[in-house]
């Protein structure tokens, strides 16, 4: 994957996206603690040669065999300017991302002091896109590779609460990489969407050796949202809203 990955950051660079995010899970960890730092330092670096501004946001599997200090010092220094949840405002939209507070088997929530500070970020009038690591919404989706006899793993405990917060808003997109899949889900003037994973994903199952790569580029105009996924060059999930 990070082979792929070298090979996409002169066309990110080209597109001149207003924000690149990447959404975590960006090892595929083992047992061995040191050559995970190895290999996240790695993978962090490939990330940080985009010139473009970027967000990293932790997923599970970076907590799994590192500790939180080792995270934070790889992301610290390869000057990534990490921070755990933060907003970013990019015309009329506040782009906000929040992290994870992770349990036994990775059944994961979002922590009180996140909560406490997202409610003092959304009024009345507010066009939110809100960035996450694990989906807000539940998922019962059987068919999942990963998840589909644990559909709980698949979003926070808490996800709801999060939802409650962002009705206050005129509008809001969610999105979120952990569940390998796509999907979206309605809730008033909120659209969450799961968006399917970089390296492993159903094109790549069969060989990874030739996986193409998939990425998803969101456009906001003033009436119209549009999120289109790729494999390689070619579309293959559209959802206009």
Not at 9 to 14: G, S, T, V, W
Not at 60 to 77: A, F, G, I, P, W
Not at 227 to 238: A, D, M, Q, V, Y
Request: net charge negative; aromatic share 10%.
């Amino acid at each position: 994957a990070l082979d792929t990955l070298k090979k996409y950051i002169l066309k990110f660079n080209d597109e001149k996206y207003d924000l690149v995010v990447n959404l975590g899970d960006n090892i595929r960890n083992s047992s061995d603690r040191e050559n995970n730092i190895k290999n996240f330092r790695e993978s962090v670096d490939v990330f940080e040669q985009i010139t473009l501004p970027k967000l990293y946001i932790t997923g599970n599997h970076e907590y799994k065999n590192m500790t939180k200090e080792d995270v934070e010092n790889v992301l610290k220094n390869s000057n990534s300017n990490y921070e755990k949840f933060g907003i970013r405002q990019i015309e009329n939209m506040k782009f906000i991302w929040i992290d994870s507070v992770l349990a036994e088997k990775d059944l994961a929530s979002i922590s009180a002091e996140t909560l406490d500070w997202l409610g003092k970020q959304i009024f009345p009038g507010d066009n939110i896109v809100l960035l996450s690591h694990y989906s807000l919404c539940p998922i019962n989706e059987s068919a999942n590779f990963y998840f589909g006899n644990n559909p709980k793993y698949m979003s926070y405990e808490n996800g709801e609460q999060v939802i409650e917060i962002l009705k206050r808003a005129n509008s809001a997109i969610t999105i979120n990489g952990h569940t390998h899949m796509a999907n979206h889900k309605i809730q008033g003037a909120i659209n969450s969407f799961s968006i399917m994973s970089f390296s492993e994903n159903i094109t790549a199952m069969s060989d990874t050796e030739i996986n193409p790569g998939i990425y998803s580029v969101l456009e906001i105009e003033e009436n119209q949202r549009l999120l289109r996924t790729f494999s390689g060059e070619f579309c293959i999930l559209r959802y206009e809203f």
